[in-house]
């Protein structure tokens, strides 16, 4: 029954994992950005919500409301600006200025909120769990982080496949130049792209807050994870990340159960066998030659 | 004769140290189809790609007697200046439907919209759920001028639309045009087969090492004429 509960527990991490990668994926899978900030930009919508939420007690579920839409903006921004320019330096200097990113807002984080500990308070949820028997336990703010990356990904794959701005981003990403030549504004759409991957993020930060302890330099952690999901998924596709992060968080809650020290590195070492076998990942993106 | 519709005035494209295009001008006027000819590496795609804004070029672009030299790529599409691309660079994860409805982002409003353009090629409206990439060339082309069209052109950009086709979808192609004509749409034509361009054209530019050698109505020049000013050799003086 225990190897039951560690499946299940596995699935409920995987949410929190596809979380993290939606944002990365959809990133990389448009504007072919590579982002190393991406941990530290989760990390710090956590700490938004601790600064703007009135109390630490203050349940972190209403940060919901002002976070993602904060991120939007702030991805747009980044694209128009830092980004956008560093794009057109080659992907080299991409890589650079999200890694500079990451340094500046870890040593932000550090000198603003110092380097303690930190949780989002989410009521009497975090202990809430249905327990259908003895051993298996399913906690409901897992479930719920589950829950909320599905969403995430189905209404960001509804937005991508029927809507006007979606089918502009997915023509973005086939050919930008071509893009320019329809008309498209490849500015403003690759900003909304980035909008869309910034909003993610700053969920994945909230859920990752709710889900446990977070300091300044956390985003180191959550970036390798993000980054697995996304290749063990297949690089470029939404619903892949869903899978790449149930398998990262199968192999971890797996090999707990075959010895609890031993989980995170079992999830690595399935990465790197997923790598090895399928370097296109498990569902890439299918776009015929 | 009424104002152009499109004028260029000493261009001067350079890729690197490569001077692409030297001093080259040009006029379009609503309703005729004007041919760009030349042996490769002439500079007529980056004349194309020049008027669409892909280049920045030196000298200056006048466009319904607007100047739009640094005018982004999808501003001209506003005005009307809509290219068909060289390869014709479809979006390969789009259906065939998606890609003819992109066209419309910037377009203008006018005679061609979705029906109108299913209409021209029988076998399009049964397969516009399919990818693009699932169709053969001279279909993808289709959908790429499609994709054009819906755009409601003033001045239709073609950039050498007959590259890699069989000469039988290359007729049917060039069929459409007079149809693509009934309005006051311009073409600029870029094209290898030079037969081909100079029979629907109504005047032409030959270039060579990005400098024009001919320009005028094909019915004044010889085929000697115009192979002479496509290869840059010298023409024989007449005899007398």
Known sequence: ?289 | MSEPLLEAHDLVVRHGQLVALRDVSLQVHAGEVCAVVGANGAGKSTLLRTLAGLHPTSGRIVFAGEDITRESAHARVRRGIVMVPEGRRLFRSLTVEENILIGEVSGRSGRWDLDAVFGLFGWMRDRRHERVSHLSGGEQQQVAICRALIANPRLLLLDEISLGLAPVIVQQIYQVLPELLGEDIAVLLVEQDVAQALRVANRFQCLLEGRTTLEGSPADFSAHDVEAAYFGFAAEEPAP
């Not at chain 1, 897992?142 to 909320?148: K, N, Q, S």
């Not at chain 1, 952690?221 to 968080?249: D, H, P, Q």
């Not at chain 1, 399935?270 to 030659?289: E, I, R, S």
């Open chain 1, 1 to 289: 029954m225990n190897w039951i509960n560690a499946i299940i527990q596995g699935l409920l991490l995987g949410g929190l994992f596809a979380l993290f990668a939606c944002g990365l994926s959809m990133l990389f899978g448009v504007l072919g950005i590579i982002n190393l900030a991406h941990g530290d930009l989760a990390v710090l919508g956590a700490y938004v919500a601790v600064a703007l939420l009135p109390s630490v007690h203050t349940n972190a579920l209403w940060a919901l409301l002002f976070v993602p839409p904060m991120f939007a903006v702030f991805g747009y921004a980044s694209q128009r600006t830092l980004l956008r320019r560093s794009m057109e330096s080659g992907p080299l200097t991409t890589l650079l200025v999200t890694f500079g990113l990451s340094v500046v807002l870890e040593n932000a984080l550090l000198e603003g909120f110092s380097a303690d500990s930190h949780s989002l308070s989410v009521g009497s949820l975090v202990t809430k769990a249905f327990r259908p028997n003895s051993s298996i336990s399913i906690s409901y703010l897992r479930l719920g982080i589950l829950v909320v990356a599905v969403v995430v990904l189905a209404l960001v794959q509804l937005f991508l496949a029927r809507t006007g701005t979606g089918r502009q981003i997915r023509a973005l990403a086939d050919d930008s130049e071509a893009a320019s030549i329809v008309g498209i504004n490849t500015r403003h759409v690759a900003g909304i792209a980035a909008a869309v991957a910034f909003a993610t993020v700053g969920i994945a930060g909230l859920a990752d807050g709710m889900y446990a302890q977070f300091g300044p330099t956390s985003g180191g952690t959550l970036l390798l994870f993000g980054f697995e999901a996304v290749i063990i998924g297949g690089l470029g596709s939404l619903w892949g990340t869903l899978v790449g992060g149930c398998v990262l968080g199968l192999a971890q809650t797996i090999g707990a159960q075959i010895d609890p020290t031993i989980g995170v590195l079992c999830a690595h070492v399935v990465f790197l066998v997923v790598l090895a076998v399928k370097p296109n990942g498990l569902m890439p993106a299918t776009v015929d030659a």
